[in-house]
């Protein structure tokens, strides 16, 4: 059964680079059924869609995040990643990357790391 | 890209139905059959219940449906359970080629 996992950095200061990396477990992330995306959900607040990449490279931003963001994938270590440059404290949230099945829907999700950003 | 409205909470008996709308525009949940449905307990990662407008997952309890008229789409949860209080997000494919989501409804069941 596919199983997703996010690592990364708990805290990470003002003005730096986040960086998060989703590892895919028990399926291939080439499959070209299938595409990656990240969610993110600050505190009390609702889900946010921060971008899709696909196996290839191919990847799609929200149009709010586009500048900052950055995503890609490592198909040899069955991973995909993602970056978010010049981070304030509005980017503190919990950071879920999920399988993306169509074009609006995730059926299968990590269980979410939390970021927080604060020097 | 604007998020989704819903409501930001609703209520039921055990037993009863409730309807969870999700307005968009003609540029998301109008334009495309591709609306979507997640339960969220805290500090659980969201649950994929619908998928394009109306289907169902495997293993996804028939007692939620989804429809849409015109811009708005809705899930429906019958037979309310108290295992059903949680958030409810929806989320809809966009013209711009991306995704957005509804603000969120918070379920209680009375």
């Known amino acids: 059964q596919l199983q997703l996992q996010e690592s990364g950095p708990g805290l990470v200061n003002p003005s730096e680079t986040l960086s998060l990396t989703c590892s895919v477990s028990?399926?291939?992330?080439?499959?070209?059924?299938?595409?990656w995306v990240w969610i993110r959900q600050p505190p009390g607040k609702g889900l946010e869609w921060i971008g899709s990449?696909?196996?290839?490279?191919?990847?799609l931003y929200n149009p709010s995040l586009k500048s900052r963001v950055t995503m890609s994938v490592d198909t040899s270590k069955n991973q995909f990643s993602l970056k978010v440059a010049s981070v304030t404290a509005a980017d503190t949230a919990v950071y879920y990357c999920?399988?993306?099945?169509?074009?609006?829907?995730?059926?299968?999700w990590g269980q979410g790391t939390v970021v927080t950003v604060s020097s | 890209q604007s998020a989704l409205t819903q409501p930001a909470s609703v209520s039921g008996s055990p037993g009863q139905s409730i309807t969870i709308s999700c307005t968009g525009t003609?540029?998301?949940?109008?334009?495309?059959?591709?609306v979507s449905w997640y339960q969220q307990y805290p500090g659980k990662a969201p649950k994929l219940l619908i998928y394009?407008?109306?289907n169902r997952p495997s293993g996804v309890s028939n007692r939620f449906s989804g429809s849409k008229s015109g811009n708005t789409a809705s899930l429906t949860i019958s037979g309310l359970q108290a295992e059903d209080e949680a958030d409810y997000y929806c989320?809809?494919?966009?013209?711009?080629?991306?995704?957005?989501f509804g603000g969120g409804t918070k379920l209680t069941v009375l």
């Open positions: 989320s809809s494919y966009t013209s711009s080629i991306t995704r957005v």
């Open positions: 028990g399926g291939s992330i080439s499959s070209n059924t299938y595409y």
């Open positions: 999920a399988r993306g099945s169509t074009a609006s829907s995730s059926d299968i």
């Open positions: 990449i696909y196996s290839r490279g191919t990847t």
């Open positions: 003609s540029s998301d949940v109008g334009g495309y059959n591709s």
């Open positions: 394009e407008v109306s």
